[in-house]
């Protein structure tokens, strides 16, 4: 079963959203492994997640809440006028938690080497991939056929992800770990995304402060070093993504960064480093931060009276609807946002809580590359899900919860195993 999960937790991870709309609604590839392990692993799956959840009290009480609130909202949106399906989708930013009690009770198979042969493998597939996308997929204009919305091909959404467990399980991955974790900071550097970098370094870095350790330091240092030299070197030839802009170049780069905050400081940097035909490509760059917080600043406006601040609009509605200034546009790219204009303070509050109770069962653990990753990936994905589409959307929010079930399953086995032999 847990060569099924990393199936699912890898396909998501290497190929992003043209995976997610793999098969028919409803069975698509979250759905359909749920599907799957009840009908071939009733006797067994069953009473083993029934009873994860008794055991699990904290977790099961605030995602309990958050089911049933998030139902509340499901009939808020539908009382509303809005359509039922669309708000099933939504209520699914609730449900995927569920994702967590598989992913625990499949962690009970496996061991540190398995999960640091799935990072690289899966490390070096996405890396592999989003370079490709940045350098020739990226400029195909090729639609899945039964979702013509959907481009076929797309960048790797979480190759922080997949960073933090490569470097939390270095020992077990020898060299070709590292060579994974440079090809995945070469695809994200290729893939613009501050966030994404953000993520890189804020999780990255988290796992080496909980795990300094001579040879963690060794993998993640000639990885970093690998990546400088490429840069340095040939990242000027390198292109990046179609449609964002910019190269390898090290003073794009640096430029990208700059224009987080000042823009003018950033256009000047190109200017004077001779790069005037993308000078005017960052202000485009800044202008994804503008348009996020007038989104956000919408949003909030949005909720006009106490009992929308409380309940929220309930799923179903466009941002459109309720006032926002796009189209087609269902989620702010913040997930706290999300949770406030969908289900409200007390929504909010429900998923808060039950995000604490996770990184309290982390901290709990001894010890451990499972505790660094769980952690470091923790971090790395609400990251994400402040600047971005995250926790609302099944390519990132399926491999999250699974993956940490996996994990933490996996330490909590290991740990009973040493304290039986002692």
């Known amino acids: 079963m847990y060569l099924l999960s990393f199936f699912l937790i890898g396909g998501y991870l290497v190929f992003g959203r043209p995976f997610a709309y793999l098969g028919f609604s409803p069975l698509f590839p979250a759905e359909a ?14 009473p083993a997640i029934l009873n994860q959840i008794a055991v699990l009290r904290p977790i099961t009480l605030w995602l309990g809440l958050g089911l049933v609130w998030g139902g509340v909202a499901v009939l808020r949106g539908v009382s509303a006028g809005y359509d039922l399906e669309i708000a099933l989708k939504e209520f699914a ?4 938690v569920l994702f967590f009690f598989f992913g625990e009770i499949i962690g009970h198979q496996i061991d540190r080497k398995k999960l640091a042969k799935f990072y690289v493998v899966a490390g070096l597939l996405a890396g592999l991939n989003g370079i490709l996308y940045a350098s020739y997929t990226s400029r195909l204009d090729i639609y899945l056929p039964w979702a013509p919305d959907v481009s076929a091909f797309d960048t790797p959404a979480m190759v922080s992800y997949l960073i933090v467990g490569l470097v939390a399980f270095s020992a077990h991955s020898g060299i070709v770990g590292a060579v994974a974790i440079a090809v995945d900071i070469i695809a994200a550097l290729a893939n613009p995304g501050r966030a994404l970098w953000l993520s890189i370094l804020l999780g990255g870095g988290l796992v080496v402060a909980l795990q300094s350790n001579t040879r963690t330091l060794l993998r993640v240092g000639s990885g970093t070093i690998a990546v400088g030299i490429i840069v340095i ?4 030839l390198i292109p990046a ?9 090290p003073s794009w780069i640096a430029a990208q960064v700059v224009a987080s905050f000042d823009a003018d400081s950033a256009h000047e940097m190109l200017v004077d480093g001779g790069q005037g035909s993308q000078a005017l490509d960052i202000y485009a760059r800044h202008g994804t931060i503008d348009w996020r917080f007038d989104l956000w600043t919408e949003v909030l406006d949005s909720l006009e009276t106490p009992e929308l601040w409380l309940f929220g609009h309930g799923y179903g509605p ?3 609807d309720i ?3 796009v189209e087609g546009l269902r989620t702010p790219h913040n997930f706290l946002i999300y949770l406030l204009c969908y289900t409200g303070l007390v929504g909010a ?4 809580g039950l995000s604490a109770c996770f990184i309290l069962m982390f901290l709990r653990l001894p010890s451990s590359p499972y505790r660094s990753c769980l952690l470091g990936q923790f971090l790395v994905v609400w ?5 971005g589409n995250a926790l609302e959307t099944p390519f990132i929010a399926v491999p999250f919860y699974c993956g940490m079930g996996l994990l933490y399953g996996a330490a909590r086995m290991e740990w009973t195993r040493r304290v039986k032999a002692q």
């Open 33 to 46: 492994f749920l599907l799957l392990s009840i009908i071939l692993l009733a006797r067994r799956w069953i």
């Open 93 to 96: 930013a609730n449900y995927y």
């Open 233 to 236: 070197t040939v990242g000027g």
């Open 241 to 249: 993504s179609e449609g964002r802009g910019g190269s390898l170049d």
């Open 318 to 320: 466009e941002l459109s």
């Open 323 to 325: 006032g926002a200034d």
């Open 349 to 352: 509050a429900l998923y808060l």
């Open 383 to 387: 990251s994400l899900a402040l600047f």
